[in-house]
C-alpha cells in the first residue's frame, strides 16, 4: 500500500484538533492544494499498473471524500459557534409592544343578523328587504289592521306626515305585504331590518331590529311552524334541546296566533337558555289571516301558511349576555370593542355560527 | 286586567291551587304579567302602644314617642300628631313599610335631628278614612300589642295582559268563563236577581239620530232617596286590588260592576240634570268639564250626554263635573249604554284621553248586557245605600241578534295539521259560551254577543287549538332545500362590506336612523330636511339625510370620554325623502387622531386624507371594484376640506359616484366642537355598485405572467404643481402597456431646492416583456420614450 498511511492519520488529528476556521482552511490547502497530500497521491495513479490502479484509485477516492466530510462538519461546526456568538449580542426585549394598531369588530346586530341568515339558508328562505319609511296601508291596514283597531295603539308610530299617511314602519311585516304584492306564490322570506316605535327607557328603544319570516305554499300546516321555529332556536342557540312553548296570543295579521317563549334559568348570574323552569318571551307567530291574503290578492283556498316576528336585538342579548338593550346604539368605543365581532368570524354553515 | 284570586273565584268553582290557576291562564292565551301578595305588605303595621312622650328637642311641633311593639325594647319614634300621647294604643309602621296612600317607603331618618325608626299612622295614611289630623286611636287592644292591625290574609293579585281581541276578559266573569273552557273548574252561573222597581223613571231618555251617532242604546233608572257613603270593606278591598281609590258607595259599584262583569256603569246625580237626559253628536267647539279635572273641546260628531242646557259627560269614554255623584247626593241616574267601538276610539284619540270605561267600550264590550247591569248595579247601591228603584227604561235598541259562523271541522284539520273530533269541537265551544248545531261534517256555530272578534271559521279554529293546547301539534322538521338564493347582489354586498371595513380597524356601529337636524344640517347643505312629526326629542327630529351626522354626534362622545385615536363606521340607511323608497345604504366611516400615537417603535403622526383614501380603495376593491376601474377625481361635497377631499367614480368622471372621502370641513369641526380636530370621513354608496355578468363573476380571468426578467428604472421629473400625479402614472402606463407592468410615484417633493410653482416627482416603473428578456438598448429606448411622453404632455423636464 503506497498511500502514506501515517500522514494519512496525521492529518485526521489534526482536522479534529483544529481550532480557528483558519487552521482548517490551511490543512485544508495541505491536504488538497496544489502540493497537497491529495494531489500527491492522485499523481501516483498514472504510474501505476493496470491491475492495482483501480483498487488505489476508488480507495483514494473514499479517502478523499472522508477528508471533505469531516473538513465540512469542522467549517459547519466553527460558522455555528461565529454565528451564535453574534446572536448573543443581538438580544432585544421581546416583550416590548407590538406595532400599533386598531383593531376593528364586527357589531352584535349585524353578526346575529348573519348567523340568522345562515340558519334560514339550509331550510330554504331568501332574504327580503323593504323601505324604512312605509305607508300607513303597507304597516297596518293590508295587515288586517284597520283604522279604529285597538292593537294599533300598541305600537307608538313615528309619522312623517300631518294625515299620518307616512310614517317609520313598526314592524317588519310590511314587507310581507310589498314580497306578496310584487311576487308570486310560494313565498318563503326572511326580513331582518331596522324598526321603530316612538317608546324610549330602559327596555325600549325607538330604533330595534325585527326579523320578519313568512312561508306560504300549499299544505303548510302550524306544524310546519312548530318544526321551522324549533329548528331554529335549536341552530341559534347552538344547542340540542330546548324547552319550547307555544302561547296563544294576538296579532291581528295571523290566526291563530301565539307567543314562542323559552325555558331559561340563571346560574352564577348568567342566563341559561334552553333549560330551567322560568319562560322568555322571544317571538310572535302564527297562521297568515285569510285577510292578510285576500289584500294581497293571493288566492286563499290555495295557499296558506305562516309568518312570524322575531326580536333580533334581543336575541343577540340573550345569547351573548348584554344586560342593556340601549348600548346597543350608543356607539361606546369600549362596548363596541368589548361587545363586537372579529371580521374572520363569518359564521356559515359548515364551519359552525360562533368560534 | 288586574284581578285577585278570591275575587275569581266568586265566578269559577275550583279546587285548583293558586299556581295552577295562574300557569292555565298563560296557556289559554291570557298572559300573566305579574303576580302580587295583595294586602301582604300591611301585615308590617303593628298595634303599638306609646309608652312615653317627650317634646322635640328641636322642633315646637314634633314629639318623640317611646313606643312599644310587644318586643323587648321600646322604639324611638317622632311624631307630629297633636293627639300623640302616652299610654295611646295606635298602629305603627316599621321601616321598610309602604304608606298605602302615598306609596312611600319608610326608612330610618333623622327628623330635625332625632333619629325616628318607624313611624305611628294616621287613618288616611292608612287609606281607612280621610282622617288626617290625628294618628288612630285604637280602643280595647291593650291585648293585641305587637299584633298585625290587618287581619286580612295575603292574597294573590294577578295582572293578566289581556290582547286587544279579548274585550270578554276585561272582566273577571269572562276570564273565569275561559278558565272554566280548559278544564279548571266551573262557572258559577248568575244568580237570578229579582229587584223591586216600585217608582217611575222620572228623566226622559232620547238619541238623536245622526250619521256620526256613537251611542246605540241608552239603558238608565232612577234610584230615589239614597244614602251614599264609605263602601263597606268588601268593596273597597276589591277597588282597592284594582289600584283604584274607593271614592264612595255609588261610584265603587259602577266601578266593580265594570271590572267584575265588563260592563261600564255611569251614575248621575240626578238632582243637577237640567229635565231630560238627550244623547246627540257634539258640535264643533263645544266645551266640557270633565272629571279629570280638565276642560276638554270638542269637535264635530262626538257622542255627548247631555241634558236641557249643557254636555254631562263623553259618552261611554268620561262624566262630567256637573252631575258628579258627591256622598250628599240622594237621587242617581244609573246609566248602562252601549257605544259603538269606532267612534270610542275616534273621540279619546283626537282628545287623547283614556279611561278604563273607553278602554272596555273601544274593544267591544257585549251590547246585550245593558240590562244585567241597570239590575246588578242598582241592587248593590239599595243594598248599601238604601234607596227605591225605578223601572228600566232603555233608548235605541234593546237587544242586538248573535252571528252564525259554519264551521267545518276539515278546516281546522288543514291549518292546524292534527285532528279534532266533533265532540270535543262541541266541548270546547259550549263552554266559551257558543251553542252549536249540527251539519254536515261540521256546525252552524252560533257566537255569543260578547265575543266581538269571532267573525269567521279560523277565529273558531283559534279559539279551538287555543284551549286544546298547542302543545297538542306535531311538529314537522323543515326541508333542507333551497330553491332561490339567500341573498341577492346587494345583500351580498351589504354583509361583505362590514367585514371589509372592520378588518381595517374599523368598529362597527348601528345608530338611529333619525339624528338631529341641527347636526344633520352641516352635512347636507342646502338640502331640505326629512322631517318626523312626533320625534323621540328634539335632538332626534329628522330623518338622516348624511351618514355623518350620527358618526360624527358619537365620535365627539367617545373623544369627550378620552378616546381620540377612533375608527367607526356604520353601513345603513340615509333618506333625501320622506316618501317610501326615497333612501338609499350607504357605508359611512370616521377617523380621527393620530395614527401610532406613544409607540417606541413608530414615529406618531396625524390620520391624513392618503389613509382614509387607502381604506376606501381597498375597500372598494374587496367589494369587486376592479382597481382599473377606480377613477379618483377632485370633486367632492360641501362635508368636506375643500382641497383634501375628492371622489371615486366607476370607469370615468362620468362614472355612476362610488364613494366620497377625505377630510372632514373645518368650519364643521369647528361647529360641533371636536376635542380632536383631525377628522376624516367616507361615503360609498354601495347601491352604485354594478353587478358583474355572473358567469365573468363565477369564471376567473387567464393569469398572464412572465418568466422573462423584469428591470426598473427610476425617473425624477419637475414639473407644473398644478399637474395632478395620477393623471401623469396614468400617462406614463399607457404608453406602453404591454411593457410598462407598474408605475409607482415614491417620493414628491416642493421646497426650496427646485423652482417656484414646480414639484418634483420620483416615479419608479416595472419593465418586463412576454415575449422575451429586454436588453439595455430595448430599456433604454422605452426609457426614452416615457421622457419624450411625459415632456409633450405636461412640460416637466428630467431632474439630474
Redesign the interface.
Known sequence: MSIENLKEKEFLIKINEAKTLAEIESLKSEIFGKNGLMTHEFKKLGSLPEEKRKDFAKKLNELKSNFINLIDDKIFEFENKEIENKLKQEKVDIT??I?????????P??QVI?EI?SI????????A?G?????EY?NFTALNTPD????R??HDT?????N?R?L?RTHTSPVQIRTMMSQKPPF?IIVPG?T?R???DQTHA??FHQLEGLHIDKNI????L???L??FIKEFFEIKNVKM??????FPFT?????VDIGYKIENGRIVVGEGDKWLEILGCG?V??NVLKNVKVNNKKY?GFAFGIGIDRLAMLKYGINDLRA??????RW??HF?F???D?PTNYRGLSK | MIITIPWLKEHLKTKAKDNEIIDKLTNIGLEVEEVKEGFNQLTDFKIAKILKVEKHPNADKLKVCDVDIGGTETLKVVCGAPNAKSGLITIYAPPGAVIPKTKFQLKIAKIRGVESKGMLCSESELNLSNESDGIIELKNRVNDIGKSYFKNKSENIVDISITPNRADCLGVRGIARDLSSSGIGTLIPIRNINIKKPIKHRIKTSIIKDRLQGCTSFGSCYIKNITNKESPNWLKKKIYALGLKPISAVVDITNYVMFDMNRPLHAYDADKIDKQIIVRTSKEGEEFDALDGQRYKLKKGMCVITDQSSILGLGGIIGGTKTSTEIKTRNILLESAYFLPESIRKTARALNINTDAKYRFERGIDPNSVLDGLKIASNLITRICGGEVSTFIVSGKTSQKSKSIKFYIEKFENLIGISISPNEVQKILTSLGFSLKKIKNGFNVIVPTWRPDINEDVDLIEELIRIKGFESIKLIEPEKKRLNETLNFNQKLFHLSQRSLASKGYLETVTWSFTDSKIDSQFSKGEKSVEILNPISSDLNVLRRSIFSNLSIYLKKNQDRGYLDLSLFEVGPIFFGKNPGEQRIVIGGMRSGKVGRKSWLEKERKVDVFDIKSDVILSLMELGVEEKNIFVNENSTSSFHPGRSGSITFKSEKGPLLAHFGEIHPAIIKKIDFKEPNIYGFEIFIDNITQPDNKLRLSKKNLKSSDFQKSERDFAFVLDKIIKIGVLEKLIKEIDEKIIKQVNTFDVYEGDKIPKGKKSVAINVVLQSDEKTLNEKDLDSICKKIIEVVRDKTGATIRS
Do not use: W
Open positions: 416590548l409592544p406595532r400599533p394598531h386598531q383593531r376593528g369588530k364586527i357589531h346586530v349585524s348573519d341568515s334560514f339558508s339550509e331550510i330554504g328562505f331568501s332574504v328587504e323601505p324604512d319609511v312605509e305607508t303597507n279604529h283597531h285597538p292593537a295603539d300598541m313615528f309619522y312623517l306626515d300631518k299620518k307616512l317609520l318563503k331596522r321603530y316612538c317608546d324610549s325607538p330604533m300546516t302550524m306544524g310546519h312548530k318544526g321551522c324549533n329548528h312553548r307555544f302561547r296563544p296570543s294576538h290566526e291563530p296566533s301565539a307567543e297562521m289571516h285569510p296558506k346597543f346604539f350608543e356607539t361606546d368605543y363596541l370593542s363586537g372579529d371580521p374572520l363569518v
